[in-house]
């Protein structure tokens, strides 16, 4: 059973398109990160959010974590061929001692 | 500052075959995590080291172990290979694990025929 569910699980959108990756769970974390990992690599951590109704901005990309901290979004503006990637959320709850529980990811594909 | 490494890169076995991977974590991290990913499941937990001591294990059988270096050095080891075994194995290293950040290495890339 996932802990964390993302949605979509594929998007394809073209340069300058605007984009929401959702992650949702039944649980509560005690903080949720998010990270990018390109093809051959390891993820790359994009951001860590850990108060309920946070939005945390990076340059085109703003997160945002659930008020009951159970969900977050990722939304990118104006997408370059850059974001192309697998966005994964990862959340640490509270009795889940040292592990992250990730999401499966959204695969994203942005063309020129 | 150095990153995360992982040694081998790739690595192909024999089913039956054991295999032992390693871990160099980011100077100062005292906390190692090792991540299973395929394309089916995703990233899972395998299991966490501190300080030479296993604080968190996740669901997978005894075939896949670990263990952690007084430098905090990794190496995680599964026995008795078998082809749903194939998959990209991550090491990631925090200052001291969950909920902290994690910052992982490149992954050896296991394959088992």
């Known amino acids: 059973t996932q802990l964390l569910e993302q949605s979509p699980q594929f998007l394809s959108i073209q340069e300058g398109e605007n984009l929401t990756v959702y992650c949702n769970s039944s649980?509560?974390?005690?903080?949720l990160q998010w990270y990018r990992q390109e093809p051959g690599e390891g993820p790359v951590l994009l951001v860590t959010v850990v108060t309920g109704g946070e939005v945390k901005k990076l340059k085109r990309l703003t997160f945002q974590f659930g008020d009951a901290r159970k969900d977050s979004s990722l939304h990118i503006t104006a997408a370059q061929p850059g974001d192309t990637g697998l966005y994964l959320c990862a959340g640490a709850r509270v009795d889940s001692g040292y592990a992250l529980n990730f999401g499966k990811g959204t695969s994203l594909l942005v063309t020129p | 500052k150095a990153g995360v490494t992982q040694t081998p890169r790739y690595l192909i076995k024999t089913r039956g075959q054991q295999v032992t991977l390693s871990c160099s974590p980011i100077s100062g991290h005292r906390s190692v995590s090792w991540y299973q990913q395929t394309p089916g499941q995703g990233l899972q937990f395998l299991f966490e080291y501190f300080s030479e001591t296993q604080r968190n294990k996740g669901n997978f059988p005894g075939r896949f172990s670990g263990r952690q270096f007084s430098n905090s050095r990794s190496e995680m080891n599964v026995s008795t290979l078998e082809l749903g075994d194939s998959a990209l194995y991550l090491c990631?290293?925090?200052?001291?694990?969950?909920?902290?950040?994690?910052?992982f290495g490149p992954g050896t890339r296991l394959t088992v025929t």
């Open positions: 649980s509560v974390f005690s903080s």
């Open positions: 990631a290293s925090s200052l001291a694990g969950a909920p902290y950040e994690q910052y």
